[in-house]
């Protein structure tokens, strides 16, 4: 089982489309595939007509008996299931400081039963540096974090590689960046693009466009290549999860 | 991720693709998908591995996709590992890496996957929705039939329906099965589809084993008798033969050479049965068999134990020994086509036929104890083959000879053939703890005796080597290496020898074949004269 965190510091960077585009394109693969949506605003669970509510929140999950397997549920789409976010993960550092053993293991803890039932478990993430994230980074393979194409992300990025250098335990931990909501048409976006892919060379070379069809999936209520499988965003995320496919 | 499916056949009264999607969705709120062409195909390996642990292999074709799914053959028949592929199943290195190889390999070793039944037809899949329009449990509607060969009429199958829970929706799901058992008046399927296709092809599952399994009559005449147990031979040897031609898989010949094995085994220790012409005739024969197979043996043994030799060397030594699988691959063509021409001659075929014909028709008269009680004879051979390993056995020193030892294995051989033949005469418990000391044995006297010949094989194959310039100095040097380890191996063999005999002749075992064989009407005779 590969797990994968989708993370950024920033918010609105197109996360939760990467989450869910990206596990649409797994399942299809036939990788048994799971999203556990850690955004209290549910966006994934949205996406994906599931509920946003787990039965006894945040602190049910952590401290029930049953860890997170009453929680998930099936997504229209074989193969891929959703672990739905709930309301009380907004206060999910403080559930975490509150755990008796090892506050920073908990998700590791929780996916822990499920290593031979997934290939592939992907975090929607919150934006925020936290205790959560720092579970996150501990359970995760791999980080992969979108770049809107501007000095503010790139600040972030440093930033985050920063905290991952300082802090022990992340030495293996792959952080995979990549450009996402790209305007092709805006030279900024174009000159900032090349210096940091010359500046980053882990940075991989699938970018997502910024694209109407992509804001449709709010619409549609499915990933973007369930309902639209030859626009040109779907492609790109075609490459995005070959690339991340390769790179796990 | 395993979801509840649950399988019912629909009434032949209901059956019709478009009119059974349309009534279900008269009652359900369903979003159909587009119906599509599918086969699927059901493999295992030639001797039901699979079926065996209770699984199979499936390939389905749907569209341009081609995946791979594992069944368990239990209640339901669920699908518990799928991946795709590119490549149709085969040898366990020819399936892509991932959760389906990882349940096969254990299962399969080197034999390869066949496909044993396939289906096509088509597929109407409805998802049935919540109030979200959320999917909440998915029923496909499968209409099939089962290929067959030879220009004859696909078998069709009654329609299917499949329903297939969607996690945490259970609730949902129980209701949709209730509403459409109503609405259908569906009928459980009996059976996964895979057992369904294989009873409609006319295949019996499980129908090949290589392992001894006959159920003799203890009373019956010892002509009778052996004839059966040499007709399970041939069909066991001629299974064999379209496999071991077209070298699907090496076990195909070695089961092939085996049964031959086994059958001049029987013919020259079931001694005074059959007429001993017919025996003289057929065991020359038989060894033509024998020697014609033996070259592409011994090449698989190689190449199969190649890993393991490379394995075994240092490692700055190990790309050295490439060249010798080169070689051998490339000399394996040549000497696979002289086989399959073998298989394929008038010689091979004359032989069976001939054989088969004596076996189906013998003249039972004329040797002394065609008539005998199989159960007297069996005890007497295998008494008299008994005392002679332990004869043999219990002669041998430190200071012994390898020839004595390869005697010993010879003799060990034969006993265990007589027991696996009669082993139904005997009680099981008794009779499969003796075979298996015996097996102990010869798995030392084996290790001992094919570690000499690989190691004199592997330095005829250097000659060989050197001789067509296929032999670089490291190659040579690797090769000298590997026979030092196997004669150092085959030192250890030899070293182990005394204890493990000691293990054979206990008394606890002189007891057993006491029980087992002695002479019913002189209970006074000397355990091991009588044993």
Known sequence: ?248 | MTLTAMDFLIPAAVQGGADTSAAIRAHLRCEPEPAVALRRCFFDSFEWSLYRAGAVLEEVHLDQRRELRWHDLGQHDPVTAQQLTTTPPGLIDDLPPGVVRERVAPLLGVRRLLPMVAVSGRRQTLRVLNDDDKTVARLCLEQLRVETDGGRRPLPLPMRLRITGVRGYTQETDAVVRRLKTILALEPAEAPLYLEALAAAGRRPGSYSSKLDYRLDPLQPAAVATCTILLGLLETLEANIDGARRNLDPEFLHDLRVATRRTRSALSQIKGVLPQAVVDDFKLRFAWLQQVTGPVRDLDVYLLDFPRLKAGLPPRLRDDLDPLRDWLVAHYHAEQQTLAAALASERFEVLLRDWRMFLQAPERNGAKDAQTPIKALADKRIRRMAKRVLDEGRAITDASPPEDLHELRKSCKKLRYLMEFFQSLYAADDIKGLIKQIKVLLDNLGGFQDLAVQAEHLRETAAAMQREGAAPLGTLLAMGALVSQMLTAQQRARGEFARIFAGFDSTDNAAVRKRLFAAKHSPAAPAEAGA
């Open chain 1, 1 to 248: 089982m590969k797990v994968v965190g989708i993370y950024s510091i920033k918010g609105g960077v197109g996360k939760t489309a990467t989450a869910v585009n990206l596990a649409y394109l797994a399942a299809a693969a036939g990788q048994r595939t799971l999203v556990w949506d850690l955004d209290p605003q549910g966006a994934a669970s949205y996406y994906f007509r599931i509920k946003p509510k787990v039965k006894g929140g945040g602190r049910g999950l952590l401290r029930g008996k049953r860890g997170a397997d009453d929680a998930i549920k099936g997504t229209d789409f074989e193969g891929l299931d959703l672990l739905p976010a709930d309301f009380s993960y907004r206060n999910m550092d403080i559930l975490l400081e509150g755990a008796k053993k090892k506050p920073v293991d908990q998700l590791k803890r929780l996916l822990k039963p499920f290593v031979k039932e997934y290939d592939l478990v992907l975090f929607d993430c919150p934006p925020s540096i936290s205790l959560m994230s720092e579970n996150i980074f501990r359970a995760a393979d791999a980080l992969l974090v979108p770049l809107i194409p501007s000095t503010l992300s790139a600040r972030t990025l440093a930033q985050l590689q920063d905290f991952l250098k300082t802090e022990d335990g992340f030495g293996a931990l792959k952080v995979l960046p990549f450009f996402s909501m790209v305007d092709a048409a805006r030279p900024l976006h174009t000159e900032t693009m090349a210096r940091l892919s010359a500046e980053y060379p882990e940075m991989l070379p699938a970018a997502i466009p910024l694209a109407p069809e992509v804001e449709r999936m709010g619409l549609h209520r499915m990933p973007l290549p369930a309902y639209a499988p030859s626009n040109a965003a779907a492609g790109a995320y075609r490459a995005l999860w070959d690339e991340v496919a390769t790179a796990l």
